[in-house]
C-alpha cells in the first residue's frame, strides 16, 4: 500500500556510469517532483511535473533528465556521474488545483554513492 | 524570491517538556507554510500547513504551529515532547502558482534530541 515508491533504494556506482532511479505515485496526484538531499540535509528541488509537463526545473546540470512516461510516474536519469552526485533523492507528489492548498507526499529516497 | 530561516540547527528537551522549534519565512504574497518531519533513513512526512484561517494550527502527532504575520514566523509546538519525537524537522514555504504545481523552499531543518 505504499504511496509513493522509488527503487533502489541504495544505489552504488563508478563515476562516469549512468544511471536511473524510478519513482511512482498510487495517490492519484497529477504532480510529481525530484528533490535532492545533499550531506548536510539541505534539501532542494529539481525538476516537477504536472500531467507529464516539465513545470519547474531548477538549475541542475543537464545530466540529469528527468521522465514522465505517465502520472504516476517520474523517472530521474543521471549521465556520467560525479562525486558531487552522492546524496540521496527524494521523490514526491502532490495534488494541483486552483483553491487546493495539497501537501506533498514523498518516497523513502533513493541513497546515490558515487565512488 | 521566497524563503525560509530556521535559526537552531539542533533543539534539546527533555521528555515531558513543551518544545518550540523555530522557522521565519519571507514571501512576497500570503504564505502557504508546511511543516515535514523526517526520521532516520525515511522520507519526509506531513505534519501540518498553514493556509488561512485560525493563526494556531493543529497537526499529526500532538504538533502545533502558530502563525505570525508581523513576526514572520511559524513556530512549532508541542506541549509534552515525547523520545519518538526525535527527528529532523523542516519549515517549508509554497509560491502558489494557480493551475500549476506549488514550489516548496524548505528550510535547513533542525534537529530535535527528547532526551529522559
Known amino acids: 500500500d505504499t504511496a509513493v515508491s522509488q527503487t533502489p533504494k541504495y544505489l552504488v556506482t563508478q563515476m562516469g556510469n549512468d544511471k536511473s532511479i524510478k519513482c511512482e505515485q498510487n495517490?492519484?496526484?497529477?504532480?510529481m517532483y525530484w528533490y535532492k538531499q545533499d550531506s548536510k540535509k539541505f534539501l532542494k528541488i529539481m525538476f516537477s511535473y504536472n500531467n507529464k509537463e516539465l513545470i519547474i526545473n531548477e538549475t541542475v546540470p543537464n545530466r540529469f533528465s528527468p521522465k514522465s512516461p505517465d502520472k504516476a510516474h517520474l523517472n530521474l536519469h543521471i549521465n556520467s556521474l560525479e562525486l558531487g552526485d552522492s546524496a540521496v533523492y527524494f521523490c514526491?507528489?502532490?495534488?494541483?488545483?486552483?483553491?487546493?492548498?495539497?501537501?506533498?507526499?514523498f518516497g523513502p529516497g533513493t541513497r546515490l554513492t558515487v565512488l | 524570491a521566497q524563503s525560509v530561516a530556521q535559526p537552531e540547527d539542533q533543539v534539546n528537551v527533555a521528555e515531558g517538556n513543551p518544545l518550540t522549534v523555530k522557522c521565519t519565512y519571507s514571501v512576497s504574497g500570503n504564505p502557504y507554510l508546511f511543516w515535514y518531519v523526517q526520521y532516520p533513513n525515511r522520507g519526509l512526512q506531513f505534519l501540518l500547513k498553514?493556509?488561512?484561517?485560525?493563526?494556531l494550527v493543529k497537526g499529526s502527532y500532538g504538533f502545533e504551529a502558530e502563525f505570525n504575520k508581523s513576526q514572520t514566523s511559524f513556530h512549532l509546538k508541542k506541549p509534552s515532547a515525547l523520545v519518538s519525537d526525535s527527528a529532523l524537522y523542516f519549515c517549508a514555504v509554497r509560491d502558489y502558482r494557480t493551475g500549476t504545481a506549488s514550489k516548496l523552499t524548505f528550510g535547513t531543518g533542525t534537529r530535535l534530541q527528547v532526551t529522559l
Open positions: 498553514y493556509i488561512t484561517g485560525d493563526n
Open positions: 514526491a507528489s502532490s495534488q494541483s488545483g486552483q483553491g487546493l492548498y495539497n501537501e506533498q507526499f
Open positions: 495517490l492519484g496526484h497529477d504532480t
